[in-house]
């Protein structure tokens, strides 16, 4: 039907020509059988012309079914997803040049595009048959269209048989349901121990104009234990230094006393050295139990019981509890925030005290200072002493460089304002010191 279109399209336009020179045939005919010529000589001019007028018309048939063929070719090949051809280049500037040209660039951009496309959709295969998260894929009837090899795995099962089956038979309904990204204690065939926690997200996309539904599963409950162990083995590290601390001069004096008391004769001044050793067990046993305190209070933290109360009248309260050295408050704007009062006085508190046991080292003083940014309250501590020499381990539970120190003090003051939805920093300043940066959400400015 196309060449039959073509064929019609270019004897429309042959004919076209030959209607275009007919009045001048006719015309030069007219003058050549009135112009008293010989007969020979007008019956050979009239064929001479009647023979040029048609092999000039009829050599527009090539010129035009060849350009339409090679166009055909290409739009065919191009169809077919062949991009191996191309038109033969044309010069000049004319219309049917420019169309070739055109022709041949559009076979490179999607020459182009297509193998960008295989490659990209190779490496997808290769990502989802490497990657250790089970990916599903579930038309709007909830049957399983793609499936990637961790996911065979998880339900210990091969392709051929997953494909095609409902949600509800592999035992991920509920993973289709809810919101978007969840939590599950799921069990499956491929994972051994039972049930674990599963992180589950879902998303959609099209294939082919149908709608899916992806699913991918990851396993939380590895990533849960080992960050537990972690967090296990900082504990007992940390508690263990901190007791071991103690324990070492009790044990130590435990045995010089029990040396000196069966010793025959006593020394004159045994009753001096027993009370000295019995001081020494005393203030470690208070040390160790100031420590089990503070680790008491940092796990148990009570949720806070928020009411507005304004920022300037608690910064003032709190810095003048600090007498060691000078803490100048730089009074920042007028503004509120939904806090509780107690455990904001001791997340204050630890600030201006950490900062002020830093600034005795230089002979220096604190700076408070406050300013409001879109809905939140940004108050910072600033002290002028030797600045951050551990940053690594600043929020580490029971890590200290205070001789006297429980390490505790900051963990528990972040804690606090993450319990407030804020949030704790520290650095130190370029020019020397540190500087406590305490971020909480706040009174809107036009409230």
């Known amino acids: 039907m196309a060449d039959e279109r073509r064929l019609t399209y270019v004897r429309r336009v042959i004919g076209l020509a030959l209607l275009a020179g007919l009045p001048a045939v006719v015309v030069g005919m007219v003058l050549l059988w009135t112009g008293h010529f010989a007969a020979r000589v007008e019956w050979t001019l009239t064929v001479l012309v009647i023979a040029c007028w048609l092999l000039v018309t009829l050599a527009l048939r090539p010129r035009l079914q060849i350009p339409l063929q090679t166009l055909s070719n290409l739009l065919a090949a191009l169809r077919e997803g062949d991009y191996s051809f191309r038109a033969r280049s044309v010069s000049g500037e004319d219309p049917l040049a420019e169309l070739m040209r055109e022709a041949n660039a559009l076979i490179d951009l999607l020459r182009a595009q297509r193998l960008n496309a295989l490659e990209a959709t190779t490496l997808l295969r290769k990502v989802m048959a490497e990657i250790d998260v089970a990916v599903f894929a579930f038309d709007d009837e909830q049957r399983l269209r793609l499936v990637n090899r961790a996911a065979e795995r998880l339900l210990a099962q091969p392709v051929e048989r997953l494909l095609g089956a409902t949600a509800n038979e592999l035992g991920?309904?509920?993973c289709l349901e809810g919101e978007t990204r969840t939590v599950l204690q799921l069990?499956?065939?491929?994972?051994?121990?039972?049930?674990?926690?599963?992180?589950?997200?879902?998303?959609e996309f099209r294939q082919g104009g149908l709608p899916?539904?992806?699913?991918?599963?990851?396993?939380?409950s590895r990533v849960l234990r080992e960050e537990e162990l972690q967090a296990w083995q900082k504990l007992v590290r940390v508690l263990g230094h901190e007791i071991n601390n103690?324990?070492?001069?009790?044990?130590?004096?435990?045995?010089?006393?029990?040396s000196l008391l069966r010793r025959e004769p006593r020394p004159l001044d045994w009753e001096d050295d027993m009370i000295r050793s019995l001081r020494v067990i005393g203030s470690r046993a208070e040390s160790l139990s100031r420590f089990t305190a503070a680790y008491s209070s940092f796990a148990s933290l009570p949720k806070p019981r928020l009411r507005w109360m304004p920022v300037g009248a608690w910064?003032?309260?709190?810095?003048?509890?600090?007498?060691?050295?000078?803490?100048?408050?730089v009074p920042?704007?007028?503004?509120?925030?939904?806090?509780d009062p107690d455990q904001m006085d001791q997340l204050l508190i630890n600030l201006i005290r950490n900062g002020a046991e830093a600034a005795l080292e230089t002979h220096s003083g604190v700076r408070v200072s406050w300013r409001r940014k879109g809905a939140s309250l940004y108050l910072t501590v600033e002290d002028g002493g030797p600045g951050i020499s551990n940053p690594a381990n600043l929020f580490v539970p029971f890590f200290t460089t205070k001789p006297n120190g429980a390490g505790i003090g900051l963990v528990l003051s972040r804690q606090i304002a993450e319990a407030h939805g804020g949030s704790l920093s520290l650095r130190n300043l370029s020019d020397?010191?540190?500087?406590?940066?305490?971020?909480l959400p706040a009174e809107p400015p036009d409230r």
Request: glycine share 12%.
């Open 246 to 258: 103690s324990l070492a001069p009790i044990t130590s004096m435990a045995g010089s006393l029990e």
């Open 172 to 174: 991920l309904s509920q």
């Open 332 to 339: 920042g704007p007028e503004m509120k925030i939904q806090a």
């Open 212 to 220: 899916l539904q992806l699913l991918v599963l990851t396993d939380l």
């Open 432 to 439: 020397g010191g540190a500087q406590a940066r305490l971020v």
């Open 315 to 329: 910064v003032q309260r709190v810095a003048q509890l600090e007498s060691r050295v000078p803490v100048m408050v």
């Open 187 to 203: 069990s499956f065939p491929g994972v051994q121990g039972g049930g674990a926690r599963w992180g589950a997200s879902r998303t």
